[in-house]
């Protein structure tokens, strides 16, 4: 029997007017919330709503509202059942990341027909609910982009440039995993890289955010992971490429088709154990990569030269083509879950990444090495983040989760392992020669330097979030951090001249050369969190406290530093004190209509500076030396600093244009205080050195618009437009100083920031069949950022720091795949293209006297810059591969 045409048209246009992406919450789940009536519209108690393949359901209450909590992300089967009525089967419902998905509906009496409702959901183009700017990017948004890596995927979001968030200093962005930190406090950058093939969804905050996220100023990144499932499953990945670019032309390279200098294979496998209710996912991937520039082994480090009349030793180079910029990479997951006791949920992961390799960047070695390959350092790096995390469900209102994390980090970079390595004493340092072919290139010897950073990090977070009335859901909750912090040189070689011959000491660990140290900071937080819905009303209020105990010594009297100066006093080292900062944070947001919503949020954001600049350069006894009427200008690090704090504003209008098209507006504003910067200290005896301190500050002020398009057909887009205006007294906490060492006025005054990007384009464009093919491609447009020209105006010559605008720059990313089936296989070929127009320049480095790359008015001086082609963008990069899914 036949439904009713108007009776179908009511249920449909219910499901898709109210599917809805709601308010935000803190975690790594969503929730389900909604409504069931009849076609009357009057409620329906005691209805039943299951989510298929899980465990997951509630019951209607007496007017008709449900929720269903701690849900993972994914693309789920809702299905709603109420003896009398017919069933109702919601398919493609899409849960995302710390949001609620609302789905109302309307049952129609059974006495019509028997046959159940079936109807396909599609997720709204706009989420009239949200409190703030989030974007949830899932799985199958990333499949079809040129993307590789979790930043690649960040990059591309409104407001984003280079890793800075709406015009943040970098580090002011917290990374987590399954809503974890995975943050290296060194340096405040994650851990670990995150490829692609191991992301299920990604959210991306770069407005205010929960409470229960802290030591970020700028935004955070929360990706949830992929997990083993019921079946077993093989995916397997597999691409090589080159660079591809003309020779000649600006770059002034000779061009040569390397077909496997970038090859990945990965392999994900997952499935049950055979053990009861337990799955496993194992992924491995190995990637190597040379980058586009090489050099030629024409010398080894034990080569000896004639340098007094520029005459070369022996060239026992074996003359092979080395690349100067390269990685080496294993990488991968193991991650194990069990559901057999009832209501609780237990998971083991550990991601790990394997690293040699280098960076190919303006100025970082490729003149000083290019003949000489074996004498640089080699960077190794390794990290691993792995823990337990446990959920159990208390009721199917309330739960709590439990995590302990280990985020470990080993980076070390020289040339041989062993400290006392007699190859050291016969390379001696790196010399090299003027003669005008071989300028700058090192023709004998090694690089020095050996220098290594460890952070070991056991984070402990738990959380309470409970549905306590249909209005409110609180969530508590709070974490411990404890760290060490290892850092230094793992002993300092220095070659000293004695009798025109070059001798080698060895220092470990002395006054004149310190060796590694080791810092043990703790730190905690609590939270309190409640999201209300009431009505069309959303209201997000939360507070955080946070403590930091730095557990190191400052000098007891700054004017006396190292307790060197006669007669002056000389109180002994002092701790550091303790720090507590208290963050309110709250966000509304109102529907005005079902299809638009206006929304404000306002926020305390406080995070300590990065460990590294507080504690790297703490020993003060350096500064004994300091005489009267003398000055020191490397700042001495301070573990006394104070949280630095941002305060932000946020405003936007959401439209739901069409069915298919949706539009964001926000505008925003940061005031940026107690930032990092340098502050100067005058000696009892009228010396002068500089330290890090709560001293800089600048404010934040822009807006972004943004429109997706859902795919009509064949082809969907998105585009997002920022504009912003970033400025501050500096851009770095060493800035000032560096001024007053080159004999600036280093007073405190407002310039942009060196990322003040004042107009970014993104857009995307997809041509898709889902069941044959893919073309994709990402266009981005970047305003130039500021530079310091190198000629000064006024009395003095000195150069307006940040006054010049380097070129504007456009790039084009591009892939495309095909999907097949073979032998029972579902498989697909794909290409990517990297800079298809072979783009030359993006917000790189520009000479000073002309604020461009192509060309100095001072050429001989600037003659080794220009020589060296790392100065522009890479070149074209194109990759062809391809992906396995066998049908087990």
Not at 163 to 190: I, K, M
Not at 543 to 563: M, Q, S
Not at 601 to 613: C, K
Not at 738 to 747: F, H, P, S, V, W
Request: a negative charge; proline letters at 5%; charged letters at 20%.
């Amino acid at each position: 029997m036949n439904v009713r045409p108007s009776s179908r048209i009511v249920t449909v246009a219910l499901v898709f007017l109210c599917l809805q992406a709601g308010s935000l919450f803190a975690g790594t789940t969503g929730k389900l919330a909604g409504r069931v009536l009849d076609v009357k519209k009057e409620p329906l108690p005691s209805a039943n709503v299951v989510i298929s393949g899980t465990t997951l359901g509630a019951v209607t209450d007496l007017d008709g509202y449900y929720t269903v909590i701690n849900v993972p992300p994914g693309t789920y089967t809702v299905q709603v059942r109420l003896v009398g009525f017919r069933s109702f089967i919601a398919k493609n419902v899409e849960i995302t990341v710390n949001n609620t998905t609302k789905l109302d509906l309307a049952l129609e009496d059974e006495a019509i027909t028997t046959a159940d409702v079936v109807v396909t959901a599609q997720r709204p183009v706009v989420d009239v609910g949200s409190t703030s700017t989030v974007a949830s990017i899932s799985d199958n948004d990333i499949k079809g982009l040129p993307v590789q890596e979790l930043s690649d995927i960040v990059n591309l979001q409104a407001g984003v440039v280079d890793g800075h968030f709406r015009g943040g200093r970098a580090g002011e962005v917290q990374y987590q995993v399954n809503g974890v930190s995975v943050n290296n406090l060194y340096d405040n950058t994650s851990t670990i890289r995150i490829d692609r093939s191991l992301i299920q969804e990604v959210q991306v905050i770069t407005g205010t955010f929960d409470a229960e996220y802290g030591q970020a100023m700028s935004g955070v990144v929360n990706t949830v992971l992929i997990s083993g499932g019921e079946s077993f499953s093989v995916h397997g990945e597999a691409y090589a490429g080159s660079f591809v670019y003309p020779s000649g032309g600006i770059r002034g390279l000779d061009y040569k088709f390397r077909p496997t200098s970038t090859q990945s294979y990965q392999v994900n496998v997952s499935g049950p154990t055979g053990l009861p209710m337990t799955y496993f996912l194992l992924n491995g991937r190995r990637a190597i990569f040379d980058d586009y520039l090489y050099g030629t082994r024409v010398f080894t480090p034990m080569d000896r030269a004639n340098f007094f009349q520029q005459v070369p030793g022996t060239e026992t180079g074996d003359g092979k083509s080395v690349p100067l910029g390269y990685t080496r990479e294993w990488s991968g997951i193991a991650k194990i879950t069990n559901r057999s006791i009832p209501a609780i949920e237990i998971n083991y992961q550990a991601i790990f990444d394997i690293l040699d390799g280098r960076t190919l960047s303006n100025n970082d070695g490729y003149v000083a090495f290019r003949l000489e390959p074996d004498g640089r350092t080699i960077p190794h790096t390794k990290s691993i983040v792995h823990g337990i995390d446990i959920t159990h469900t208390l009721s199917p209102s309330t739960f709590y989760t439990v995590s302990i994390r280990e985020n470990y980090f080993n980076r070390h970079d020289w040339v041989y392992d062993n400290f006392y390595d007699t190859r050291y004493d016969s390379a001696g340092p790196p010399l090299a020669f003027n003669r005008l072919d071989w300028e700058g290139g090192n023709v004998q010897g090694v690089d020095p330097s050996r220098n290594q950073q460890i952070t070991d990090t056991w984070v402990a977070k738990g959380s309470v979030t409970s549905q306590v009335t249909r209005a409110h859901q609180i969530k508590v909750g709070g974490e411990v951090q404890v760290t060490t912090l290892k850092f230094g040189a793992a002993g300092t070689l220095h070659y000293e001249l004695v009798n025109g011959n070059t001798v080698l000491e060895r220092h470990w660990d002395d006054q004149a050369f310190p060796g590694q140290q080791l810092y043990k900071p703790v730190s905690s937080a609590g939270f309190l969190q409640d999201m209300i819905e009431w009505n069309d009303l959303t209201v997000r209020v939360g507070v955080r406290l946070e403590y930091f105990n730095p557990r190191a010594k400052i000098p007891g009297d700054l004017a006396n530093p190292a307790d060197s100066i006669p007669g002056a006093p000389t109180p002994p080292p002092v701790n550091a004190t303790k720090k507590y900062s208290v963050a309110p944070r709250l966000g509304v947001s109102y529907p005005i209509t079902e299809r638009s919503s206006i929304y404000f949020s306002y926020g305390h954001f406080y995070q300590l500076p990065n460990l590294g600049d507080m504690y790297v350069n703490a020993n003060y006894s350096r500064l004994g030396y300091l005489q009267g009427g003398n000055a020191d200008y490397t700042a001495m690090s301070n573990p006394d600093v104070k949280p630095e704090r941002t305060v932000q504003y946020e405003f936007g209008y959401k439209q739901a244009v069409t069915d298919f098209l949706g539009l964001s507006v926000n505008l925003f504003y940061k005031d940026i205080r107690d930032l990092l910067g340098t502050q100067f200290i005058n000696t009892y005896n009228g010396g002068q050195y500089s330290r890090l301190a709560n001293v800089d500050f600048g404010n934040v002020t822009g807006f972004t618009i943004s429109l997706d398009q859902r795919r009509i057909g064949l082809v969907s887009t998105t585009v997002d437009y920022t504009w912003q205006l970033a400025e501050g007294n500096s851009s770095d906490p060493q800035e000032t100083a560096r001024l007053a060492e080159a004999g600036y006025d280093a007073n405190p005054r407002t310039v942009p920031f060196n990322w003040d990007q004042r107009h970014t384009l993104n857009a995307t464009i997809q041509l898709s069949n889902p069941e044959s093919y893919s073309v994709s491609a990402i266009l981005r447009y970047a305003s130039g950022q500021p530079y310091t020209p190198s000629i000064g105006l006024g009395i003095t010559g000195q150069t307006e720091t940040n006054s010049g605008r380097k070129p504007n720059g456009f790039l084009v990313d591009l892939r495309a795949e095909k999907y097949f089936h073979l032998a029972g296989w579902e498989m697909s070929v794909f290409a990517r293209v990297f800079n298809l127009f072979d783009a030359t320049y993006f917000n790189g480095f520009v000479f000073g006297s002309t604020g461009t790359p192509d060309y100095s008015t001072t050429p001989n001086t600037d003659r080794t810059t220009l020589a060296d082609p790392t100065r522009f963008y890479a070149p074209r990069r194109v990759e062809v591969g391809i992906t396995m899914n066998p049908n087990l």
